[in-house]
């Protein structure tokens, strides 16, 4: 519906519907607080409440004592509201800082990012995140632990991470790993790598596509054998 429309219907003026629509919902109008005979008081209420006095009839009995002229209910209703404000900020600092819930790709690659590079966020994220499952924390440290074989090329560790990633969430990837345990104690071991004939066979699927229906074999052998 157009804002024209809406602002006659409610008889508001459309630049205040359109910054209620911006905002997703309407403002709320609160009356700015007044003063209160507590203010002089308010260091001294403060510290009290530091030290453990959450009692507001001690609180207001002690107020009292100091020269303070106004009622019991005064000192009640800022207790309240000082009481509200710290469970307030208690549920706030148990909260994820970031409340979205990453996609499962996401957690997958946040699993396996060092600490150091996380962000605050990411870091309680994955925390709480295996301390709730200790099937994804013990599945993520098999993989980082893989990673880290792999990094430094160490061939003596790679049997024994074998042997216990059988009974993990892993099973089935090692599983398959088995059946090419020849050449991945290999790859581990020997200083030779198949990464110049990937990279050779990636050039060719690319000559091939540029000339795709335009031309034939001779051209691009010759593409292949001359190309800079």
Not at 110 to 128: E, G, I, N, S
Not at 197 to 214: A, I, T
């Amino acid at each position: 519906m157009p804002i024209r429309r809406i602002a006659q219907r409610l008889g508001m003026a459309r630049n205040a519907v359109r910054r209620w629509l911006r905002a997703g919902e309407a403002p709320v109008y609160r009356r700015a607080p007044g003063s209160s005979a507590l203010d002089r008081h308010h260091a001294y209420v403060e510290r009290r409440w530091a030290e453990g006095c959450r009692n507001s009839a001690q609180l207001w009995r002690e107020l009292r004592d100091r020269g303070f002229g106004g009622g019991y209910d005064i000192v009640r209703r800022w207790a309240i509201r000082r009481r509200d404000r710290d469970a307030a900020t208690s549920d706030r600092d148990c909260l994820l800082p970031s409340w979205r819930v990453p996609s499962s790709r996401r957690a997958a690659r946040l699993l396996t990012t060092p600490d150091q590079t996380l962000t605050r966020a990411d870091r309680q994220f994955v925390d709480t995140l295996t301390a709730l499952s200790s099937e994804i924390r013990i599945a993520a440290e098999a993989i980082n632990e893989f990673n880290r074989i792999l990094r430094e090329r160490d061939a003596a560790a790679f049997d024994r991470w074998l042997a216990t990633t059988q009974t993990t969430a892993l099973r089935g990837f090692a599983s398959g790993i088995i059946n090419y345990v020849t050449a991945v104690r290999a790859a581990l071991s020997q200083p030779w790598s198949n990464g110049p004939v990937e990279g050779q066979v990636n050039r060719l699927k690319m000559l091939k596509r540029q000339m795709y229906g335009r031309a034939k074999f001779d051209l691009l052998r010759s593409r292949v054998l001359h190309a800079a």
